[in-house]
């Protein structure tokens, strides 16, 4: 078993800046992918970023430019850095820690509105 706990989220202006972050603890297996998603209500849960132990960076197209993810492997963490925030941004963030089907957090909500 894996649990992935996530920090971080808020509201904040469009324009500006947030960063998220998330622990894995459990079998080191299982944090071999490790990246966030989002779901927006309506929406169906989408990829953000994800990055392997090969620390190659994987962005949706929507984020690219403006999100960054980083990785330090061995505590087992994943941050993502948000720059440029536009209200489409608004959704709730989930931390992921695979391979396969993998392991959820909870979810943290990050709300861009003036």
């Known amino acids: 078993q894996v649990q992935v706990v996530e920090s971080g989220g808020g509201l904040v202006q469009p324009g500006g800046s947030l960063r998220l972050s998330c622990a894995a603890s459990g079998n080191p297996i299982n944090t071999a992918v490790m990246g966030w998603y989002r779901q927006a209500p309506g929406n169906q849960r989408e990829v953000v970023a994800t990055m392997s132990t090969s620390k190659i960076p994987n962005y949706a197209d929507s984020v690219k430019g403006r999100f960054t993810i980083s990785r330090d492997i061995a505590k087992r963490t994943v941050d993502l850095q948000m720059t440029s925030l536009k209200p489409d941004d608004t959704a709730v963030y989930y931390c992921?820690?695979?391979?396969?089907?993998?392991?959820w957090g909870q979810g943290t909500q990050v709300t861009v509105s003036s």
């Open positions: 992921w820690s695979g391979p396969g089907l993998g392991f």
